[in-house]
């Protein structure tokens, strides 16, 4: 079974910075498009970026464009976001999971395999 790790959430002051990591175990990433959603209180998960195999990235809300970055570690073999200039709108359990493709949008349904979840919480 395939299993992913998210780590790196936290509380976080608005404009600051933050990396998010996803690691996989039991598989290697580089053979699958992987991707990060988000999901706030109350709201539904949304695709936030996404990493195809061959290495293209999108980032999908025009609100994350130019803030976030999806990259890939190859020595630690995880797929990472990192955010920047972070808004108290970030605030959201963050998942990375396994996508059958990066094609916009970018939905859950897209999805095979979640991690659980590392929550961000950004303060005004």
């Known amino acids: 079974q395939l299993r992913l790790a998210e780590s790196g959430g936290g509380l976080v002051e608005s404009g600051g910075s933050l990396t998010l990591s996803c690691k996989a175990s039991?598989?290697?990433?580089?053979?699958?498009?992987m991707a990060w959603f988000r999901q706030a209180p109350g709201k539904e998960r949304e695709g936030v970026s996404c990493?195809?195999?061959?290495?293209?990235?999108?980032d999908y809300p025009d609100s994350v464009k130019g803030r976030f970055a999806i990259f890939r570690s190859e020595v630690e073999d995880t797929t990472n976001l990192q955010m920047n200039n972070v808004k108290p709108e970030d605030t959201a359990v963050y998942y990375c999971a396994t996508v059958k493709s990066c094609d916009v949008p970018l939905t859950p349904d897209s999805a095979y395999h979640w991690g659980q979840g590392t929550p961000v919480t950004v303060s005004s």
């Open positions: 039991t598989f290697e990433m580089r053979f699958f498009n």
């Open positions: 990493r195809s195999v061959n290495g293209r990235t999108w």
